[in-house]
T-cell receptor, first 111, second 115 residues
Framework: TQLLEQSPQFLSIQEGENLTVYCNSS?????LQWYRQEPGEGPVLLVT?????EVKKLKRLTFQFGDARKDSSLHITAAQPGDTGLYLC???????????FGTGTQLKVEL | DTGVSQDPRHKITKRGQNVTFRCDPI?????LYWYRQTLGQGPEFLTY????????KSRLLSDRFSAERPKGSFSTLEIQRTEQGDSAMYLC?????????????FGQGTRLTVV
């Protein structure tokens, strides 16, 4: 069974602070996605990383895929209240490319 | 295209009743996935379709659950004899798998509450 562990599980910070969320697995994934989900809504795709060692930037968000394609990180610079939400990593593997989701990180950014 | 659409958004049902959810994927997406998400957890895979063929089912999908995609477009997920443990958000996602693959895009989900 492929498992993705995310840490931390909960994070409450002040506006303007930086943070990093980690996503770790013992399995190799062909690609890894990061999603953000708000209460009562479906996950919204932020980014897909495919190549080991890949780094992608999306405004204040920086995503990194580990060299061995087993782990990933999401770094947010100067967090804003609008960044509040549940952050999910998801790895794709197998012929069906079904996603295995991480345990989630609930982020709250306060003024 | 308005993205993946799910109906209803919310469903409250009594234990023992049957419920059916519908998912309309992004047009031309040949793959459709169903996931279940309980509070505070990440979504868990239930099943997926390639066009109208159901290619994989999770062990989470008990005999009371059935999914169809009869014409390779919309899909339905039916739960028979609902139990309180079925209360969850049911999410649908679609993507295109072919010469050029796309990522999976999710609908807004159907929140099921079994009372």
């Amino acid at each position: 069974t492929q498992l993705l562990e995310q840490s931390p599980q909960f994070l409450s910070i002040q506006e303007g602070e930086n943070l990093t969320v980690y996503c770790n697995s013992s399995s190799v994934f062909s690609s890894l996605q990061w999603y953000r989900q708000e209460p009562g809504e479906g996950p919204v795709l932020l980014v897909t990383v495919v190549t080991g060692g890949e780094v992608k930037k999306l405004k204040r968000l920086t995503f990194q895929f580990g060299d061995a394609r087993k782990d990933s990180s999401l770094h947010i610079t100067a967090a804003q209240p609008g960044d509040t939400g549940l952050y999910l990593c998801a790895g794709a593997a197998g012929g069906g490319n079904k996603l295995t989701f991480g345990t989630g990180t609930q982020l709250k950014v306060e003024l | 295209d308005t993205g993946v659409s799910q109906d209803p958004r919310h469903k409250i049902t009594k234990r023992g009743q049957n419920v059916t959810f519908r998912c309309d994927p992004i047009s031309e997406h040949n793959r459709l996935y169903w996931y279940r998400q309980t509070l505070g957890q990440g979504p868990e895979f239930l099943t997926y379709f390639q066009n109208e063929a159901q290619l994989e089912k999770s062990r989470l999908l008990s005999d009371r659950f059935s999914a169809e995609r009869p014409k390779g477009s919309f899909s339905t997920l039916e739960i028979q004899r609902t139990e309180q443990g079925d209360s969850a958000m049911y999410l649908c996602a679609s993507r295109f798998q072919g010469a050029v693959n796309t990522e999976a895009f999710f609908g807004q989900g159907t929140r099921l509450t079994v009372v």
